[in-house]
């Protein structure tokens, strides 16, 4: 079993849909939960950054972590065509280890 | 933001020769970095971890003869791909690693360099 299991998609949406993502993870000791945003032939960039358990919200992004189900999200508003790209889930077990990356999941969004 | 650039952005090498390829972190000091690698609709594969001034530590199957790294400033690493073979091309990102006062951590990536051996 992987780490870190992300449904790779895709997923198409028409503009305006609420987008959900989601991971799972094996290993409980992971305690630093991030979503990154990747376009095509760029490098990643972080979008949202999550210690332990809990919602946090950014504009029409919110991540949610739940450790007791070993199960991340990501959910988007009002999704721009804009918001089509990869995006990956990421978890570390402590500031100063290598992040483990989910394989991502390829977004479309339509106008 | 904290920015991470690579250079260069884009290589195609003959196979059997060495492409080296940069990370720099350019507005803060980063004492690790991290080299990963990506296959056309793949997660990112964590091929090293590099630290300022000490040797690197490389994942289970990640040849470190082949892939060099160097870690030489707070600013600055290079990872040469050495006697480069086709199924060596790939994607190739760094990440620099930002610890923050307050005890937190970032990670940031650079653009990747796409390298192409014929």
């Known amino acids: 079993q992987k780490e870190v299991e992300q449904d790779p998609g895709p997923l198409s949406v028409p503009e305006g849909a609420i987008v959900s993502l989601n991971c799972t993870y094996s290993?409980?000791?992971?305690?630093?939960f991030m979503w990154y945003r990747q376009y095509s032939r760029k490098g990643p960039e972080l979008l949202m950054y999550?210690?332990?358990?809990g919602n946090k919200e950014d504009g029409r992004f919110t991540a949610q972590v739940d450790k007791s189900s070993k199960y991340i999200s990501l959910f988007i508003r009002d999704s721009q065509p804009s918001d089509s790209a990869t995006y990956l889930c990421?978890?570390?077990?402590?500031?100063?280890?290598?992040?483990?990356f989910g394989k991502g999941t390829t977004l479309s969004v339509s106008s | 933001g904290a920015v991470v650039s690579q250079h260069p952005s884009w290589v195609i090498c003959k196979s059997g020769t060495s492409v080296k390829i940069e990370c720099r972190s350019l507005?803060?000091?980063?004492?690790?970095m991290f080299w990963y690698r990506q296959f056309p609709k793949q997660s990112l594969m964590l091929m090293a971890t590099?630290?300022?001034?000490?040797?690197?530590?490389?994942e289970q199957g990640v040849e470190k003869d082949k892939f060099l790294i160097n870690h030489a400033s707070l600013t600055l690493s290079t990872l040469t791909v050495t006697s480069a073979h086709p199924e060596d091309s790939s994607f190739y990102i760094c990440?620099?690693?930002?610890?923050?006062?307050?005890?937190?951590?970032?990670?940031?990536f650079g653009p990747g360099t796409r390298l192409t051996v014929t």
């Open positions: 990440s620099a690693r930002e610890t923050f006062r307050q005890g937190g951590y970032e990670q940031y």
């Open positions: 290993n409980s000791a992971f305690q630093y």
């Open positions: 999550t210690y332990s358990s």
């Open positions: 990421a978890m570390l077990r402590q500031a100063g280890t290598a992040l483990i």
């Open positions: 507005d803060f000091q980063a004492t690790t």
């Open positions: 590099s630290n300022e001034g000490s040797k690197a530590t490389y």
